[in-house]
C-alpha cells in the first residue's frame, strides 16, 4: 500500500514537472515573440526615418538640379517622373512648375466656375461658389451677386468670415462658404496661390488645372498631359490642345512643387511634398519653402 502512494506521488510529481515545463516553454515563447515583435518595430521605425531623410535628401538633390545652367542637364517640370537609385534607395521625383496651374487669386470669376463645373459641381452651385471666392478675395465688404460676405457666413452659423484678402495657401479655399471638400481634393493639384498668372502655362500644367479651361474634359486633360510628358520640350511646338491652342513654354520659372517618394530596399517608404521658391534670401539658402505637406497623399 504504501509502495502504491509513493507512485501515486511520483505520478502526480511527474505531471506538474511537465505542466511547469510547459508554463516554461510557454512563457519562454511569448518572451521570445515580444522580443522579435520589438525588433521588427524597431527596424520599421529605423527604416521610416532613414526613408523620410532620403527624401529630404532628394528634395534638395531636385533644387539642386533646377538651378542647373545647362538646359538639357535641367529636369522637365510638367509633372513628370524622374526615378533613380541610390545606396538601394529608390528615389522617384514629380516637379511641377506652379506657373501650369491656376492661381485662385489670379483667376477671374468665369473661369473659377469653368473649373467647377469641369470638376463635376451642378452649373446652378457653381456660380454662387464662384462667387463666393471673389468676395472672399476682394478687400470690401460689399456682396455681389449670388456671392457671400460676413452676414451670409453669420447666418449659416459659421465662426469664420471671408478675408478679403488674398488666400494664402489652396487649402484655404476650403473656409469659402459652399466648398464641398471632395471638389478641393480634385482640383487641389492643380490650382496655386504662388503663380502670379491668370492664365495655366499649357507647357507645364497638370490635369486638373486643365480642367480650368472651357470645353475641357477630363480624358482631353489626360491623354494631353500624357502627349506632353512623352515629348521633348523642344518639341513641344507641334503639339497643341483639343480646341487647336498651341503650347509654348515660357522659360524657367521660380516656384515649383516637388514630391519626392523614398522607397528603402525592404518596401518602407516615405513621401515628401514641398513648394519652393528658388533664389537667395537673408539666411543664405539656395530656396525657400512655402508650403510643405508629409506622408502619402491621395
Known sequence: ???????????????????????????TGAFALMARMDQLEANQLLSGTQARMWAEAGLHLAAVRLRDPDDA?????????????????????????????LDINMADEAMLETLFINNGLDPAQAGPLAAAVMDWRDDDDVERVDGAEAPTYESAGLAVIPANRDFMLPEELLQVIGMPYELFRKMEPGISV????????????????????????AEDAWNFVQNRRSTDMAD???????????????????????????????????QIEATIRLGGGPSGRPFRILRWKEGFQK
Open 1 to 27: 500500500m504504501a509502495a502504491f502512494g509513493q507512485a501515486r506521488q511520483r505520478g502526480i510529481a511527474l505531471v506538474l514537472v511537465l505542466w511547469i515545463l510547459v508554463l516554461l516553454t510557454v512563457t
Open 236 to 270: 513641344l511646338s507641334a503639339m497643341t490642345l483639343p480646341n487647336g491652342q498651341p503650347i509654348m513654354a515660357q522659360g524657367r520659372g521660380l516656384t515649383y512643387s516637388i514630391r519626392v517618394k523614398a522607397t528603402m530596399p525592404n518596401g518602407v517608404w516615405d
Open 73 to 101: 542637364e535641367r529636369p522637365v517640370t510638367d509633372g513628370r517622373a524622374y526615378r533613380t537609385q541610390m545606396n538601394g534607395v529608390i528615389i522617384e521625383t514629380l516637379i511641377t512648375d506652379e506657373r501650369g496651374k
Open 194 to 217: 504662388f503663380s502670379n498668372t491668370d492664365l495655366p502655362e499649357l507647357a507645364y500644367a497638370p490635369p486638373e488645372a486643365l480642367m480650368a479651361l472651357a470645353d475641357m474634359s
